[in-house]
């Protein structure tokens, strides 16, 4: 089972910057695809990056590109999600996702999910 631990989340003001980290204690991290998806209250969770596994490409939706960088180290088992220009709107649960392929992260079909870590943009 690899286990997946987000951490950076907290409280930001509107126009602000975040750096999410999403740590695996499993090497086999290297060999996933990875993806962060945010769900705000009462709804439905959605895809905001999505990377492969040598992280030399990265997918984001259009109406995320140009405020959200996903990258990561595979030395490091970790991932990230560098977010700026925060809008209130951007107030979620963020999750890190695990999967084999890239298209299985963009479709939400997950073989392992992180805790959640909660981002809260003041206006």
């Known amino acids: 089972q690899v286990q997946l631990v987000e951490s950076g989340g907290g409280l930001v003001q509107a126009g602000g910057s975040l750096r999410l980290s999403c740590t695996s204690s499993d090497r086999t991290f290297v060999s996933y695809a990875m993806g962060w998806f945010r769900q705000a209250p009462e709804k439905e969770r959605e895809l905001v990056a999505a990377i492969i596994p040598s992280g030399s490409s990265a997918y984001y939706p259009d109406s995320l590109k140009g405020r959200v960088t996903n990258s990561r180290n595979n030395a490091k088992t970790t991932l990230y999600l560098q977010m700026t220009s925060l809008k209130p709107e951007d107030t979620a649960v963020y999750y890190c996702?695990?999967?084999?392929?890239?298209?299985?992260?963009?479709?939400?079909?997950?073989?392992?999910w992180g805790q959640g870590t909660q981002v809260t943009v003041s206006s």
């Open positions: 996702a695990a999967a084999r392929k890239l298209h299985s992260i963009v479709s939400m079909t997950i073989d392992h």
